[in-house]
């Protein structure tokens, strides 16, 4: 068994021989670690918690930590988790509460990344994924292959259907369709020429004429991306500077479509 000696771990706490443990990790008494575990160091593991086999836990990750729950008084509530997860920095999943069932669980082969937080009585799904800073509120379930996307709020009792996608940003109120592909609505525009940010890096008056006329092209003419970007390219050939023909490369180069 590999413990780095400034690890704390509890009599108690099961943990087999072919577990990792790194510095300064935490394992309360009633942990219980299935094999091939490896955590990475800082990492928290309290209260009744059982890992399954070959789970990969990183730094300053908090696992069955109490409920954010005024209502919690101590009792002796669980949290389980299943195989093959991967678990990054700061990941908090709190254990359950005896109104909520009383455990929460997390499947096998799901990839939870930073900052995400699980709360109580929650249940996740096997094969999902949830990026940086999904916040999940109490009794949220989701759903077997479900993505959530990062810095999505979902709240509580809300349920995610099966191999949906969240795109980022997005927060859940209700349900959300199995299959589905969910987004908040996206208006997000180019609100002209950055001209303070340009002039305190030294831009001069000339330089921001040449790209203000550019961006008339761009946002304010009735051209569509294409005629724009040659209309723009017309105006470097006729001797606008370096800083137009980089915006035309830009445009040009740009698959995914630009923000206008």
Known sequence: MSI??????????????????????????????????????????????????RNRIYSFACLGISPQDLKYAGE????TIGDDNTIREYV???????????VTT????????????????????????????ATLAGH??????AVVGALCPVHQFCRIGKYSYIGGGTTITQNVL???????????????????GLER?????????????????????????TQALEAIRETVAKGAG?????LADFIANSDRGIIK
């Open 4 to 53: 780095h000696p400034t690890a704390i771990v509890a009599a108690g706490a099961v943990i087999p021989e072919s577990c990792t443990v790194g510095p300064y990790c935490t394992i309360g008494a009633n942990v219980v670690l299935g094999e091939e575990c490896e955590l990475v160091s800082h990492v928290v593991l309290d209260g009744h918690l059982t890992i399954g086999n």
């Open 76 to 79: 002796p509530t669980r949290v």
């Open 92 to 102: 908090t999943i709190s254990r359950g509460t005896t109104g909520g069932g009383g």
């Open 106 to 133: 997390v499947g096998s082969s799901c990839l939870i990344m930073a900052y995400t937080h699980i709360g109580h009585d929650s249940h996740i799904g096997n094969g999902c994924i949830l990026a940086n800073s």
């Open 140 to 145: 949220v379930i989701v759903e077997d292959y």
């Open 178 to 196: 199995p299959y589905s592909l969910t987004s908040i609505e996206r208006n997000n525009h180019a609100y002209g020429l950055n001209k303070v």
């Open 201 to 225: 890096r030294g831009f001069t008056p000339e330089q921001l004429k040449e790209l203000r006329a550019a961006y008339r092209l761009l946002q304010a003419s009735k051209l569509n991306t």
């Open 242 to 246: 370096e800083h137009v023909a980089y």
